[in-house]
């Protein structure tokens, strides 16, 4: 088979060309039996497409036929001994990963600033969490990747963990030593499992970070609906055999997944592991090399920072992908959000994130000049029209709060007794819910951690200015869910 090919797209046009009649779900019968305005809009092929896994279709859960040989697609173009397709998302691929290689009472070692799916997955398995601190950038106000030797420590002390688990690159770009790690690692036996959600384009370009199959590591949750071109949902999970068992992995990822696959998410993975396999490398130029021209732009504006290669050479940042600008617009005097309103509601932009003291824009082979134009423009009229902040000359301070204490696993916690309190008198008890910013996604708190009056005061702050905070019971935030029980003493 040639990465020309796109055998489950292929099959569902021919499918659908011999226009069967259907007696099976989904009951809107190819459009015909749902909201006119709906079918309307979405357009009858995405209708057509949206079937189920019929005889000729073939079964994520059980592949043999067009799914089968699309996976096999995949897993020649990412390097992987075996890649299965996730309509669970990127959440649902971690999730696998995980629960693969650790069940109750087993260790696995995690960098702290991890998405909620990677502590979803230690709730459901019983696994203990060893966490290894990421390095934090006091500067930017943001978390980077884990270093080689807080792997080997944590290794030292955990010999039996059953995985390490890496985020490269992290949402902000940033990678670490991954290869380094992954040698450190096999050393003692340990697999590595790379969070890759927002890197499934690094594989196709040398100026980009090494890919977790490149740098050697055993799989790894790729969203290639984040940055290569499928639908959203639709990611890959990549596996290369040795410590890992495929078939348990599948087996896995099977019981975490729907029985009602949506073909469309599916038909997507398979086209756009088409074009990142024939085109991948000159997508990935011509994004790089926008992002490099408005880096430079944005950095001739007085009082923004755009982040560039000069981040690069501490033992947390080995490398980085160009394609993600972070800004740093503290020196205005604004928060993140508040340029991202402000972009919004100026310039009508929407940008991929923001914080406390960042915006985070991405450029892809979507993008052209004409928006990263309009982007410099919006933003030297931000400049301007927030100079006057800036030239009060305060020195912006960075508030990161430290990581809490760990007073119970993940799961005991959140399976304990419980009880309500009221936000302000929380400190000293440990959470039983998780707390986060969204977006990213990666916990303030976490089930099981010791309540600080430092952690409070960031959830205030990320209130205050309108970042969303998320996850607990009460989405006002007045009180908190805790164990009735008081820390005794830390787990570790
Ligand atoms: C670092 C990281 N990992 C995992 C995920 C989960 O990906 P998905 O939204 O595809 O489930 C995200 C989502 O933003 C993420 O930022």
Request: proline share 6%; charged share 25%; glycine share 8%.
């Amino acid at each position: 088979m040639s990465q020309y090919e796109t055998p489950l797209f292929t099959g569902l046009l021919e499918h659908i060309k011999k226009n069967p009649i259907q007696f099976h779900i989904p009951g809107h019968k190819k459009g015909a039996g749902m909201d006119a305005q709906f079918r309307e809009f979405i357009g009858e092929n995405a209708l057509a497409m949206d079937l189920i896994n019929i005889g000729p279709l073939d079964d994520l859960h059980q592949p043999k036929g067009i799914i089968k040989r699309a996976q096999e697609l995949a897993a020649e173009a990412f390097g992987a001994d075996y890649t299965f397709f996730s309509v669970q998302g990127t959440s649902g691929a971690i999730m696998t990963m995980v629960m693969s290689v650790a069940g109750p009472g087993d260790k696995i070692i995690v960098p702290r600033n991890v998405h909620k799916s990677v502590m979803s997955a230690i709730v459901f398995s019983g696994a203990t969490p060893i966490f290894v601190h990421p390095e934090i950038d006091k500067e930017l106000g943001i978390s980077h990747g884990i270093t080689p030797e807080a792997v080997e420590e944590a290794l030292r002390q955990h010999p039996d963990a059953k995985g390490v688990l890496v985020i490269n690159p992290t949402y902000f770009g940033i990678a670490g030593d991954l290869k380094r790690i992954v040698e450190i690692a096999h050393s003692y036996g340990v697999p590595v499992l790379v969070d890759e959600a927002h890197g499934v384009h690094i594989h196709f370009h040398e100026d980009l970070p090494l890919s977790a199959m490149q740098a050697g590591a055993d799989m790894s949750a790729t969203s290639v609906h984040k940055l290569g071109g499928s639908m959203t949902q639709s990611s890959i999970l990549n596996v290369r055999e040795g410590l890992i068992s495929p078939k348990r992995v599948q087996a896995i990822l099977s019981m975490l997944t729907t029985t009602s696959t949506s073909y469309l998410l599916l038909a997507s993975l398979d086209v756009a592991r088409k074009r990142l396999a024939t085109e991948g490398h000159e997508l990935a130029e011509k994004a790089i090399r926008l992002a490099e021209k408005t880096r430079q732009q944005i950095n001739e504006i007085d009082h923004l920072y755009c982040v560039g290669k000069e981040i690069l050479g501490t033992k947390a940042t080995f490398d980085y992908d160009p394609t993600k600008l972070i800004i740093s617009v503290k020196e205005l005097g604004l928060t993140g959000y508040d340029v991202e309103k402000w972009l919004r509601e100026n310039y009508n932009i929407e940008v991929e994130l923001s914080d406390l003291y960042n915006i985070l824009c991405i450029i892809t082979p979507g993008d052209t000049e004409r928006e990263t134009s309009i982007l410099v423009k919006a933003l030297r009229d931000l400049a301007e029209q927030f100079r006057h902040q800036a030239d009060v000359g305060v020195k912006p301070k960075v508030l990161l709060p430290d990581i809490p204490v760990l007073a119970l696993t993940p799961r005991d916690a959140f399976y304990s007794e419980t009880e309500v309190v009221p936000f302000e008198q929380s400190a000293g008890r440990i959470i039983a819910e998780f707390v986060m910013v969204y977006p990213p996604g990666i916990p303030i708190f976490i089930p099981g951690e010791v309540i600080t009056e430092e952690n409070l005061n960031y959830i205030k702050k990320n209130l205050e200015v309108g970042l969303p905070v998320q996850g607990p019971e009460d989405d006002t935030l007045q009180t908190l869910r805790v164990i009735k029980e008081y820390p005794t003493k830390p787990l570790r």
